[in-house]
């Protein structure tokens, strides 16, 4: 996966900024950045599109940037020099996404039927923007696009927001969302930075999901292990659960055969996605023991009350 596109699906969530102003672009994107998101794809609907593109890629480094509504092969040079490091069109102009591929540019082309998002796979994009994604079916339309377009990724704008972000980004040929929900442009006009912080980190939570998905005990050896795990569904009725190093008590309670990591045990969290999850909690400061990684779980390093923690893919 290229690696603009890469990072993309690991913030997961990318707002999307019509700016009124170059002055709100940087207080803007800081508060992005705290909230846990950043990215920002910059409409050319406004005339100060390019001068904020130009503004954030120099004060705010960190921030991916894209730049969204371009129309025109000059609108995507003019983006592309000021630091925009994809570029989002709201429908499909195969000249327009030739030049950008052309120059190396991530394009991601607005598509609304199959027969689009066709065209412009074979024409090299990675991925397509899905727009106006719920007013053309939402997730429901793309699962059955997705039965035969497999290798077709999406973004999808338009009608996402709190509420339904996670039905987008629970399938898996959606590589993110963009929305304005967290960051909304009466709040923008009124300079109302912390509330957009705020906003930001409830959508990087909404987006995770993390919930308590079992307890794991260390024991000694494997008779130790079943005496836990039978007393535990005596007690409770859990369903007793063998596994090849664990019992599970039902599923909340995981018997180990032999003391694994912890002094105690463990504690698994599980996750929306594993990926975008080790993304943000990196950003946190969050160290990862990459000796432990598989396909949907992985150890974090170190241990909270004598157990270790584990996250694992829902």
């Known amino acids: 996966m290229n690696e603009v596109l890469k990072r993309v699906s690991d913030i997961g969530i990318i707002p999307v900024i019509a700016f009124n102003s170059v ?3 940087v207080p803007l994107c800081e508060a992005l ?23 954030i890629h120099k004060e705010v480094p960190e921030m991916l940037l ?9 609108q995507a040079d003019r983006a592309m020099a000021a630091g925009a ?9 195969p000249q327009v996404t030739q030049h950008v591929i052309d120059k ?4 991601m082309p607005g598509t609304a039927s199959a027969g689009e998002m066709q065209q412009a796979m074979n024409q090299g994009c990675e991925v397509v923007k899905f727009f106006p994604a719920e007013a053309n079916g939402g997730v429901a339309m793309l699962k059955n696009i ?10 999808c704008t338009g009608g996402v927001s709190a509420k339904n ?6 399938y898996d040929q959606i590589v993110a969302v963009g929305g304005t929900w967290m960051c909304k442009s009466d709040m923008i006009k009124a300079g109302q930075w912390d509330e957009i912080t705020a906003m930001c980190k409830e959508a990087v939570k909404t987006m995770l999901g993390f919930s308590l998905a079992h307890v794991g005990i260390n024991c000694k050896n494997e008779v130790e292990a079943q005496r836990a795990a039978k007393t535990l569904c005596a007690f409770f009725g859990f369903d007793y659960k063998p596994g090849n190093s664990s019992i599970f008590a039902g599923g909340a309670v995981e018997c180990m055969k032999a003391p694994y990591l912890g002094e105690n045990g463990h504690i698994a969290i599980a ?23 598989k396909p949907k779980a992985i150890y974090l390093k170190g241990e909270v009350g004598g157990f270790a923690l584990h996250l694992v893919q829902k």
């Open 165 to 170: 972000v996670n039905d987008y980004l629970g």
């Open 271 to 293: 996750t929306n996605n594993l990926d975008r999850a080790i993304y943000h909690l990196s950003r946190q400061g969050v160290e990862f023991d990459e000796s432990t990684r």
């Open 85 to 93: 490091s994809f570029i989002v069109a709201p429908g499909y102009d």
């Open 33 to 55: 950045v705290a909230g846990g998101l950043p990215a920002a794809e910059v409409t050319f609907r406004t005339a100060c599109a390019e001068d904020c593109i130009k503004i």
């Open 23 to 25: 002055e709100e672009a």
């Open 104 to 107: 190396g540019g991530l394009m």
């Open 146 to 155: 997705g039965a035969a377009l497999k290798s077709c990724k999406w973004m």
């Open 66 to 74: 894209g730049a969204g509504t371009v129309l025109t092969i000059d």
